[in-house]
């Protein structure tokens, strides 16, 4: 658990707040629409005037839990994606305050070999790995392999860029962290991609899912 934690455990909030919401006038939803569906059969002891009624009463019911369902489901997710956007925002900040570049945190060593010439993509990623956690290294790791890139071949040059995105920050892995738990939201919330359609059955069964798929990365965020 890093010291950044409270960001992962607010978008979890954020996310559940969305999600129960969603869920709960789905329900009531669902439930006035069998309710209605049921109405349509009229039982051997109904008169004109208990059916007639029963349908009318249910059908007002269906109309009321149907119109809360559709503007909960025109601004539950909105409201989501723009807490976490503001979440993210407020991230980089606290990130980029403990990322001023440090020349007490520079390993000679390491510097030696990113200056040599001799580095392969792999071996700028192993260092990204071994330097997550110090953004003056990351900061160094990224110019060399953006350097490097230039006169590298298609294949390389694709490893070296990805190093260079991954590390240009100093951010390191908990950005990237951010990430896998955002995509993980977008999965359970319907928003898998632009246009994306899940009925609501289905996102109300992923958004079930949120905790499974997202507690261990959010507990060690």
Known sequence: M??????AKDLDAA???????????????????????????RAPDDTNYSYALRKAETEVERVEKKELFE???????SVF?????????????????DCITDPAALDTNAVYLLDSGTMTAADYAAFAEKYDGNSTMLKLVAARAHAAAESAEPKERAALNQVYSDCK???????????????VANLCSGQRY????????????????????????IENF
């Not at 890093?2 to 960001?7: A, D, M």
């Not at 503007?71 to 997710?77: D, G, I, Q, S």
């Not at 920050?169 to 995509?183: E, P, Q, V, Y």
């Open 2 to 7: 890093s010291k950044y934690n409270r960001f």
């Open 15 to 41: 996310f559940k707040t969305s999600r129960d919401a969603y869920a709960k006038a789905y329900s009531q939803y669902a439930q006035a629409e069998r309710a209605a569906k049921d109405a349509q059969r």
């Open 71 to 77: 503007e909960v489901r025109k601004n539950v997710w």
């Open 81 to 97: 994606n723009s807490k976490r956007a503001e979440l993210r925002a407020e991230l980089e900040k606290a990130i980029a305050a």
């Open 169 to 183: 920050d100093g951010n390191g892995a908990i950005m990237r962290l951010w990430d896998d738990i955002s995509h």
């Open 194 to 217: 632009e246009g994306c359609n899940d009925s609501p059955a289905v996102i109300v069964e992923m958004g079930e899912k949120w905790e499974e798929l997202s507690a261990n990365v």
